[in-house]
């Protein structure tokens, strides 16, 4: 969907259409969700603070985010895929993936089909999103965003060379601002440059992760769709209007966020493999860190073990201290069966 958040609003209020309109925290810690198109001419985009999208856009409309109404519409949407698709993974309440695999052998089918979902989506929710068709994950993904907003791109395997060679290395799939840094440092400005450099200097300076941006940077994404229980995840997270600069209030922020995760497990019936924190830092620096687990669990005492291991031995706490704190768990499944929890 193209940005989303501010176009729900101006969906829903026809009086801030065509004007900047700013989503997210109104505090004076508060964070950019979502920027309309006209406020990003502005220099306004999502993770800013909103002090400094207020400086930047002084006459932008600031709203706080309404969640229960975008995932009314992103469930309109997800209805729509999954009429569309037997496999649907949804990523975000604005992003997903849909499977057209299946309508290969027919030429055109699968841009058809999704051209059908395009226009479905505009006619049954008010708002346009941009499509892209491709032969794996990452392509689909680049595809949706080089002609934002109200885009359309489909990428042919013969074409991804001469597509993917140009664009810069932020453009790979994972490639945050600090890889980019990485890479450029090394003198690998475009995607050509990661393509064409020698394996062994990639896994030197990123582990595994150097092979798989060399594999991105071919087009190659062997990664398959998962279905909607897959794809999922329930986190909860804080940012708070001063920096936590004690560790023990950190870890505690932690363990409580763990239980919160865990009753919403429970309340769902569902069980978890994955557990993760999210750190952000005063200067804005983020980091995940996660932990697999050997069987499915919704065990209170479990989660926020792993969630305080985690910050523990993973985190490198200093005394500036932090200014938001997450925890989440992933790889859900159907609770059918589970083995209850010894002294929850």
């Known amino acids: 969907m193209d940005a989303f ?33 006209e406020a990003r001419v502005y220099g306004v985009h999502s993770a800013m603070p909103t002090a400094v999208a207020r400086r930047r856009c002084p006459e932008g409309v600031f709203l706080r985010p309404r969640f229960v109404r975008y995932k009314e519409i992103s469930d309109q949407v997800r209805a729509i895929l999954n009429e569309s698709s037997p496999i649907v993974e949804t990523i975000s309440l604005d992003e997903a993936f849909f499977d057209l695999s299946g309508h290969s052998g027919v030429p055109d089918r699968a841009t058809s089909l999704a051209r059908e979902v395009k226009q479905r989506v505009l006619a049954e929710t008010g708002l346009t999103c941009s499509v892209g068709v491709a032969p794996n994950r990452f392509l689909a993904k680049l595809g949706s965003e080089l002609d934002k907003p109200d885009g359309f791109r489909v990428i042919r395997s013969e074409d991804v060379r001469n597509l993917l060679d140009p ?59 998962g279905g909607e229980a897959e794809a999922r995840s329930i986190s909860r997270e804080v940012t708070y209007s001063f920096d936590l600069t004690d560790p023990s209030e950190i870890e505690s922020e932690v363990r409580d966020l763990a239980r919160l995760v865990a009753g919403r497990l429970q309340e769902e019936s569902l069980l978890c493999r994955v557990v993760r924190i999210k750190v952000r830092y005063p200067d804005f620096r983020t980091i995940t860190r996660q932990a697999r687990l050997g069987v499915g669990t919704d065990s209170r005492g479990l989660i926020e073990q792993v969630a305080a291991h985690l910050l523990h031995d993973r985190v490198f706490l200093t005394e500036s201290g932090v200014r938001l704190i997450g925890v989440g768990v992933g790889r859900l499944s159907e609770a059918t069966a589970r083995q209850l929890p010894l002294l929850e």
């Open 5 to 37: 958040f501010a176009a729900v609003e101006q969906l829903d209020e026809p009086a801030i259409r065509g004007r900047p309109v700013i989503v997210g925290g109104l505090g004076p810690r508060g964070v950019v969700s979502t920027a309309s198109y």
């Open 167 to 225: 664009l810069p290395v932020g453009r790979i799939w994972g490639v945050g601002k600090v890889t980019e840094r990485r890479l450029t440092g090394l003198g690998l400005l475009r995607i050509r440059d990661v393509r064409l450099a020698p394996l062994d200097l990639l896994e030197r300076e990123f582990g595994a992760m150097g092979r798989r941006l060399q594999e991105l940077s071919r087009g190659e994404d062997e990664t398959a769709l």
